[in-house]
């Protein structure tokens, strides 16, 4: 009988996911796209942000779009992996596996062209106060393999930044049919309303707090 308990135990242990992906991503040029207009955690209105996700070889391959933009605000004195998530910044959350990561990557991109790369350490998967919460920072991202190119479009009041992240980073190249859980974000404040931010994301964590990785989206390279 202890097989059958063992096997029942691994079971409800588990937090990877079964179930239909929500997000096929071809191999580029094609792309799949990602859009959201709620914010989190109200699911008030939100301006549109959209995502084309697609990858080679070697690279993971976004194009975030961000529309109904009127601030474009954003610290001039910040640099490579400064806190610009205190002002406008588009984001994504990246894990390769299946399960509800404690270890992931976040990327973030601000209307200044400027990027947070860091890998977070979140061993409670919540943020939970009292928690280990870390971050481990790519220090030379452009060295590494990153791209990024931002422009910005005041008259039609959008910004768009493509962004390219080695898949070695995850030791994922070649990743044709691997899952990968992911998740997005962006942040919308003014010089009026600065600190207060309006949180924006695709898979909403239902709290003031883009770090509950149970919400993930789930992700597969098709």
């Known amino acids: 009988m202890l097989l059958p308990r063992l096997v029942a135990l691994a079971i409800a242990c588990s937090t990877v996911y079964a179930g239909s992906p929500d997000l096929n991503v071809p191999c580029c040029p094609s792309t799949a796209t990602i859009k959201f207009t709620t914010q989190i955690p109200s699911g008030a209105a939100c301006p549109l ?28 004195t910040q640099g490579t992996n400064g806190d610009i998530w205190e002002y406008e910044v588009m984001e994504a959350f990246i894990y390769k596996g299946k399960e509800d990561p404690q270890t992931y990557f976040e990327y973030e991109v601000n209307p200044n062209n400027v990027t947070y790369n860091a890998f977070s350490y979140n061993p409670s998967r919540v943020r939970a106060a009292g928690a280990p919460f870390d971050h481990a920072y790519i220090s030379d991202p452009f060295a590494d393999g990153f791209k990024v190119d931002t422009t910005l479009n005041k008259p039609e009041n959008t910004w768009t930044s493509r962004s390219t992240i080695p898949l070695a980073l995850f ?34 964590t239902g709290a003031a707090n883009f770090h509950i990785t149970s919400v993930f989206g789930n992700v597969v390279f098709v």
């Open 171 to 204: 030791n994922g190249e070649n990743p044709k049919g691997t899952n990968w859980r992911m998740n997005f974000f962006r942040t919308i404040v003014s010089p009026a309303t600065y600190p207060n931010q309006q949180l924006c994301g695709w898979r909403n």
């Open 49 to 76: 942000t959209t995502v084309d996700v697609c990858y080679t070889d070697k690279e993971l391959n976004l194009v975030f779009n961000a529309y109904g933009e009127t601030n474009y605000y954003f610290n001039e």
